[in-house]
């Protein structure tokens, strides 16, 4: 799965918010950076290149083949297998935390910001983005509606119930607020994602992503993924497709 992941999703989905991420990043001069959620380290790449340097990224994701493959793909980093509600570092060992994506999945918010809270230094910066509504994601409007007409009785929910069920900023402020957080700015983002393929996409998402178990589950096959790629197809075209994708980044001091 991360390597469906990291060849399918990551350069059309992910890439474009991960420099948008490093270049607010790269504003505050940290010396000291930790990831969390970095998965297969699309963002870790671009803190490592950002300019200037911090002198160390910590990057950390609780699933250890993600580690692996981003440990690979960025080894300028020190990669940690670590839950971000039970971080293993001292307190105010780090001036910035970020994370991009990652705070969703999180079964606690508030113990893990107030994780956060503890391992950065007095006055550091806490850097995260959330997806919007999934009605702002073009690309995975088309993907649920192709799961929708897969499976019309009982369609896979990850992505409107995950990826995009934290999609009200009141609700991350909030959180934020209740760790401890001085919110400093709350911002709703729209880029572009480019797809070469729908049909590269198509496989990221059925292979690269939890809707693989949840596919397997209903006993989907190739046909679930011929459903999926004509409903995408005939919304998006075949590719090259460019479209929106809507998102918020905060940032919190600590």
């Given at each position: 799965?991360?390597?469906?992941?990291?060849?399918?999703?990551?350069?059309?989905?992910?890439?474009?918010?991960?420099?948008?991420?490093?270049?607010?990043?790269?504003?505050?001069?940290?010396?000291?950076?930790?990831?969390?959620?970095?998965?297969?380290?699309?963002?870790?790449?671009?803190?490592?290149?950002?300019?200037?340097?911090?002198?160390?990224?910590?990057?950390?994701?609780?699933?250890?083949?993600?580690?692996?493959?981003?440990?690979?793909?960025?080894?300028?980093?020190?990669?940690?297998?670590?839950?971000a509600q039970r971080l293993p570092f001292p307190?105010?060992?780090?001036?910035?935390?970020?994370?991009?994506?990652?705070?969703?999945?999180?079964?606690?918010?508030?113990?893990?910001?107030?994780?956060?809270?503890?391992?950065?230094?007095?006055?550091?910066?806490?850097?995260?983005?959330?997806?919007?509504?999934?009605?702002?994601?073009?690309?995975?409007?088309?993907?649920?509606?192709?799961?929708?007409?897969?499976?019309?009785?009982?369609?896979?929910?990850?992505?409107?119930?995950?990826?995009?069920?934290?999609?009200?900023?009141?609700?991350?402020?909030?959180?934020?607020?209740?760790?401890?957080?001085?919110?400093?700015?709350?911002?709703?983002?729209?880029?572009?994602?480019?797809?070469?393929?729908?049909?590269?996409?198509?496989?990221?998402?059925?292979?690269?992503?939890?809707?693989?178990?949840?596919?397997?589950?209903?006993?989907?096959?190739?046909?679930?993924?011929?459903?999926?790629?004509?409903?995408?197809?005939?919304?998006?075209?075949?590719?090259?497709?460019?479209?929106?994708?809507?998102?918020?980044?905060?940032?919190?001091?600590?």
């Amino acid at each position: 799965m991360p390597a469906a992941y990291e060849r399918y999703l990551v350069p059309v989905v992910f890439r474009p918010f991960a420099e948008d991420l490093t270049a607010r990043a790269a504003a505050f001069r940290p010396r000291r950076v930790l990831e969390l959620a970095a998965g297969t380290g699309v963002l870790t790449s671009e803190l490592l290149a950002m300019a200037p340097p911090p002198a160390e990224v910590t990057a950390t994701d609780l699933n250890g083949a993600m580690v692996a493959l981003g440990a690979a793909r960025a080894p300028g980093a020190v990669w940690r297998q670590a839950d971000a509600q039970r971080l293993p570092f001292p307190d105010e060992a780090f001036d910035l935390v970020v994370c991009q994506f990652g705070v969703m999945f999180f079964p606690d918010r508030v113990a893990a910001f107030g994780e956060v809270r503890r391992v950065l230094a007095p006055g550091g910066r806490f850097l995260f983005n959330t997806w919007g509504p999934i009605e702002e994601h073009a690309f995975e409007v088309a993907l649920q509606a192709g799961l929708e007409r897969a499976f019309p009785d009982d369609p896979p929910r990850f992505f409107p119930t995950v990826p995009h069920g934290y999609a009200d900023p009141a609700a991350a402020v909030a959180d934020l607020t209740a760790a401890g957080f001085v919110v400093e700015e709350e911002q709703a983002l729209t880029l572009e994602g480019r797809a070469e393929s729908i049909a590269d996409l198509v496989t990221g998402y059925l292979t690269g992503t939890p809707v693989r178990a949840a596919v397997e589950e209903r006993g989907g096959g190739p046909t679930v993924r011929e459903t999926v790629l004509a409903e995408m197809t005939a919304r998006l075209g075949p590719g090259p497709v460019t479209a929106s994708m809507g998102a918020y980044v905060f940032r919190a001091t600590a």
